[in-house]
Nanobody, 122 residues
Framework: QVQLVESGGGLVQAGGSLRLSCAAS????????MGWFRQAPGKEREFVSAISWSGDTTYYARSVKGRFTISRDNAKNTVYLQMNSLKPEDTAVYYC???????????????WGQGTQVTVSS
């Protein structure tokens, strides 16, 4: 089992930045690829970004590429999502997830955090 806890969400004005963190506990963090997803009210959970276990490979949704950066620190059992140039349409609950590969489909992940709210005001 892997336990995931997100933090760093909040209210920010459009154009601002936030950094989300996801702290993992349980099994060896460095064995897992990690993903970030988000879900806005009334919408399906959508892929945001993913990173391989080593950190060498990253993936981004087209809507966030160039604005968001995913990274991980295996010594701290933590994955990060740096979000810059935020837009109101980035408003959602953000979830981190863990699995054996950096999947881009939510259903492929076995472990999930509880989510953290990000609200971007215009």
């Amino acid at each position: 089992q892997v336990q995931l806890v997100e933090s760093g969400g909040g209210l920010v004005q459009a154009g601002g930045s936030l950094r989300l963190s996801c702290a993992a506990s349980g099994r060896t963090f460095s064995n897992y690829a990690m993903g970030w997803f988000r879900q806005a009210p009334g919408k399906e959970r959508e892929f945001v970004s993913a990173i391989s276990w080593s950190g060498d490979t990253t993936y981004y949704a087209r809507s966030v590429k160039g604005r968001f950066t995913i990274s991980r620190d295996n010594a701290k059992n933590t994955v990060y999502l740096q979000m810059n140039s935020l837009k109101p349409e980035d408003t959602a609950v953000y979830y981190c997830a863990a699995d054996t590969q950096p999947w881009v489909i939510a259903g492929d992940y076995n472990y999930w955090g509880q989510g953290t709210q990000v609200t971007v005001s215009s």
